[in-house]
């Protein structure tokens, strides 16, 4: 099932994709180019509204907006996915650096051994904060280390025991509150999503089947409920804010009863 959910979350974000092609950070729109470029059409601002949640990310330096961009869209792709963490960091990854898939596995043990606070020994101390001057190895270490915090971002584990999970997304425009919510009454059980959007947007829920349950009416705080049942633990929240990017956030609600 899970496997199945992957696919259909690829499908559709690559369906997204190609009806909103991604942007260069210096676009607002797309559009050709000329021959040649005047020199006050440069520094134009990133338009990637998602990517502003780096700075809430516990890593060594800065990560580029397009590396980051580019990690978080395959981390999406691989929340529902059954296979291991480990796994899914290197598969994140590789793409990035496909001559080296053996240093990529060797890292991500490491990475997944260490903590955030001891995640600054894994690249050089004396480089001057630019992704671009690191050695590969490094870039490797730092990007799994993104992809690590990232998937645990993106994933709401929820059950009875612990009924209650909240997640802020930082974005460019303000935070996204999301809070989730798991209700039992005899037989029946229920999840409602709360949200408090930075700008009017819209929520929804589909479960591992690629079904859709419930679309929310559009606003900035819009409220989603619906019953679950024993057969379903995997839901896909997307969170869409067409004024703050052309693509929406994907998060996993991870249901265990």
């Not at 679950?228 to 956030?249: F, G, M, W």
Request: glycine letters at 4%.
């Amino acid at each position: 099932m899970q496997e199945r959910f992957q696919a259909i979350l690829k499908r559709r974000l690559q369906d997204q994709i190609a009806k909103n092609p991604p942007l260069f950070p210096w676009e607002t729109q797309l559009g050709e180019y000329p021959d040649c470029v005047e020199e006050q059409s440069l520094g134009l601002v990133p338009v990637w509204g998602w990517t502003v949640h780096q700075s809430k990310l516990n890593l060594p330096i800065p990560l580029p907006d397009q590396v980051f961009w580019q990690l978080l869209a395959k981390c999406q792709l691989l929340l529902t996915s059954s296979i291991p963490l480990g796994a899914k960091l290197v598969q994140v990854v590789e793409s990035m650096f496909p001559m080296d898939t053996q240093s990529i596995n060797d890292l991500a043990a490491l990475v997944l051994r260490s903590s955030y606070r001891s995640a600054d020994t894994l690249t050089a101390p004396n480089i001057e904060s630019d992704y671009f001057d690191l050695l590969p190895r490094q870039q490797m270490a730092l990007s799994l280390m993104a992809a690590k915090q990232l998937l645990e971002n993106l994933t709401l584990p929820i059950s009875l025991t612990q009924p209650l999970v909240e997640r802020q997304w930082l974005t460019a425009v303000g935070t996204l509150n999301i809070r989730v919510e798991l209700r039992n009454s005899g037989k029946s059980r229920s999840l409602t999503v709360h949200s408090k959007l930075p700008t009017l947007g819209i929520l929804q829920l589909e479960d591992n089947n690629g079904q859709e349950f419930v679309k929310s009416e559009a606003g900035e705080m819009p409220v989603i409920e619906l019953q679950i049942d024993r057969s379903q633990p995997t839901y896909t929240l997307a969170v869409e804010l067409p004024e703050l990017d052309h693509l929406p956030l994907f998060l996993a609600i991870q249901v265990k009863i």
